[in-house]
């Protein structure tokens, strides 16, 4: 029992002070808790494929565990950090780092619980420094790989297909000098804890302040952009001459819709970012259930202008990749 209290603790108490550490909690424990869920099945499927190559291919365990391991870890894990970013479940490279660490977690549980039932012998001290390391080697590079995707995703929009390689490839490249078992374990588990853990914390940091600077700054521009949208000069404005433009080129109830759906999603930023003000307060505002048919609101809009009118739409830059973020934000608030 001590054994395994010493092998699963770390990563599990790292994963908490992680999601302590985020005033705006921006991810749902739900989510989390299915990040989790996601890494331990990467680990199952990993322990097959490792064993596959082993008795299948006739590979070395040396060339196993120190060059193709690394690589088949580390993209398991990440599957499902694509899945959220290009989801635009995260919006902001501390939500992705959570999220990469969370993956990161269920994987090493299930690896670390493999490994007590396959190695009987050793004492805490060893289970320990074996937890730890499996902590921040699979939580770390992960959250790492997840927060350059994250950057990447928010800064070449639309490049969105090729934005997890750099990140994976810095993961794997981590993993796999730790594979090379250069370092008695305890010594590099100590390497590892020295370097991973102050470079995602200070991620955070400046994630943090990002955010209150977005919060801020964004909340006081889509004010300004409702008011303009609600104005009776709306028609005089940039926006306003844009859509009148698009009226020779899509149907006039499409363009309606157009109008409404700038100014359901200029709403529905204020909410969410009054929200996040909010909690990063202390003060938790419920979501009413007029929230709901907002979110459907939009749905039906969508759908009503068709995906070349959604493009059509880009330039004036009113919706953003983050407005699906808030979407799905309000929907797992409203979740409870």
């Known amino acids: 029992m001590l054994n395994a209290a010493a092998a699963l603790a770390p990563v599990v108490c790292l994963l908490g002070l992680l999601v302590l550490m985020d005033s705006f909690k921006l991810l749902p424990m739900r989510f989390v808790a299915q990040a989790i869920g996601a890494g331990a099945i990467a680990a199952g499927i990993a322990l097959l494929v490792n064993q596959q190559l082993l008795e299948t291919l006739g590979l070395p365990l040396p060339a196993v565990t120190r060059a193709l391991a690394p690589i088949v870890e580390e993209v398991l894990k990440l599957a499902f950090v694509a899945w959220a970013i290009y989801g635009r479940r995260v919006g ?33 001290v060893l289970w320990l420094v074996r937890g730890f390391g499996a902590a921040i080697l699979h939580g770390a590079t992960t959250a790492i790989a997840a927060i350059i995707a994250q950057t990447l995703a928010a800064r070449r929009p639309g490049r969105r297909a090729t934005i997890v390689l750099p ?13 090379q078992f250069v370092l008695p374990p305890v010594v590099a588990t100590l390497v590892l804890l020295a370097v991973l853990p102050p470079l995602v914390l200070l ?9 209150r600077e977005w919060v801020g700054d964004g909340l006081d521009l889509d004010v300004e952009l409702l008011g303009l949208v609600l104005s009776d000069d709306f028609g005089q404005t940039r926006l306003g001459a844009y859509l009148e433009e698009l009226r020779s080129r899509f149907p006039g109830p499409v363009v309606a819709d157009m109008f409404c759906l700038m100014r359901v999603e200029l709403e529905l930023g204020i909410r969410v970012k009054g929200m996040l003000m909010a909690r990063d307060a202390g003060i938790e505002i419920p979501i009413d259930e007029d929230m709901a048919a907002r979110l459907a609101e939009v749905r039906y809009l969508q759908k009503s202008i068709g995906p070349t009118g959604l493009l059509a739409l880009e330039p004036l830059q009113v919706s953003s990749d983050r407005d699906a973020w808030h979407k799905f934000l ?3 608030q409203g979740r409870g």
């Open 92 to 124: 902001f490279p501390v939500d992705a780092a959570i999220v990469g660490f969370a993956v990161g977690t269920g994987f090493a549980l299930v690896e670390n619980a493999y490994y007590l039932g396959a190695v009987r012998s050793g004492g805490p």
């Open 167 to 179: 990140g994976l490839a810095a993961a794997i490249a981590i993993h796999a000098l730790y594979n």
């Open 203 to 211: 991620t955070f940091e400046r994630s943090e302040h990002a955010t």
């Open 330 to 332: 309000l929907r797992e």
